[in-house]
């Protein structure tokens, strides 16, 4: 069973970055995919980004590509998400969440961390 908790969530500016931390515990970090995903109030739960176990693959959605980078520290069992030029509509609820190999969906679900941006 593997815990996740999200940090770095916060009040910015538009145009302002911001970095998301999430430390993984309970389990063997380095062998599980890693990902971002955000739920703004009244939509549905978006993917944002997707980091393999090795960190040789990335996937982005697109409407945060070009602007975030999604990067892990095995050492450190965290995975960030580096946010940049942040817009209003990123405002949302940002959520890790990991897999296991060969899994097709994500069981394993952070608490959430709120990042607002104003205009």
């Known amino acids: 069973q593997v815990q996740l908790v999200e940090s770095g969530g916060g009040l910015v500016q538009a145009g302002d970055s911001l970095r998301l931390s999430c430390a993984a515990s309970g389990g063997t970090f380095s062998s599980y995919d890693m990902g971002w995903f955000r739920q703004a109030p009244g939509k549905e739960r978006e993917f944002v980004a997707h980091i393999s176990w090795s960190g040789d693959f990335l996937y982005y959605g697109d409407s945060v590509k070009g602007r975030f980078t999604i990067s892990r520290d095995n050492a450190k069992s965290t995975v960030y998400l580096h946010m940049n030029s942040l817009k209003p509509e990123d405002t949302a609820v940002y959520y890790c969440?990991?897999?296991?190999?060969?899994?097709?969906?994500?069981?394993?679900w952070g608490q959430g961390t709120q990042v607002t941006v104003s205009s």
């Open positions: 969440a990991a897999k296991g190999l060969y899994m097709s969906s994500w069981p394993y």
